[in-house]
Structures are given as C-alpha cells and as structure tokens.
C-alpha cells in the first residue's frame, strides 16, 4: 500500500464526511469536528499475554460529535476507495 498522509487528502474527506453525516441522520447541535490523523487498529486472530505488532488492520478517521465527544469510526477505504485502487 502507497503512503497516504492525512493532510493530502483532508479536504476530499471533509467533503464526503459531510454527505455521510446527511446519509446517516447523524445530528449534533454544536456540530462534528473531524479528528486530525488516521486509527489503525489490529485485528488479531488471538489474544494472550503477549503484545502482538503487525497483522490486519483496518484504516479508519473518526467524526467527533462537538457537544458530548462522542465518535464515529469510518472505514478510510469505505470513504474514498480511490486511494485504494478501487471505485465505490
């Protein structure tokens, strides 16, 4: 996969955050604010003692809802699948 910084593509982002947001009726009286980087959790296939690094992981950005902090996870190849190779 090519390097993608979050700078680079944040107005495409915002862009589409805010149709996802109409599509979803999500609703926030003070609005959504779009957190500023990437989450990449691991899905590990077990868990025990031991810190597992590397594995399959899912690139995510997340919407925060302004008036409780409460956020919203969405999947970055979902979003703009184009940095992916793909088309919607």
């Keep these: 996969m090519k390097t993608i910084k979050f700078e680079e593509i944040k107005s495409d982002l915002?862009?589409?955050i805010n149709?996802?947001?109409?599509?979803?009726k999500l609703q926030d009286?003070?609005?959504?604010?779009?957190?500023?980087?990437?989450f990449n959790p691991l899905l590990p296939k077990e868990i025990s003692k031991n810190i597992v690094l590397g594995g399959s992981s899912v690139?995510?950005?997340a919407v925060m809802?302004?008036?409780?902090?409460?956020?919203?996870?969405?999947a970055l190849k979902k979003l703009l699948p184009?940095?992916?190779g793909e088309e919607d």
């Design 29 to 38: 009286s003070q609005g959504f604010t779009l957190i500023e980087g990437f």
């Design 19 to 24: 149709v996802v947001v109409i599509q979803l």
């Design 82 to 84: 184009e940095l992916f």
């Design 65 to 74: 809802e302004n008036s409780y902090g409460r956020l919203h996870f969405f």
């Design 59 to 61: 690139p995510m950005i």
């Design 14 to 16: 915002l862009k589409k």
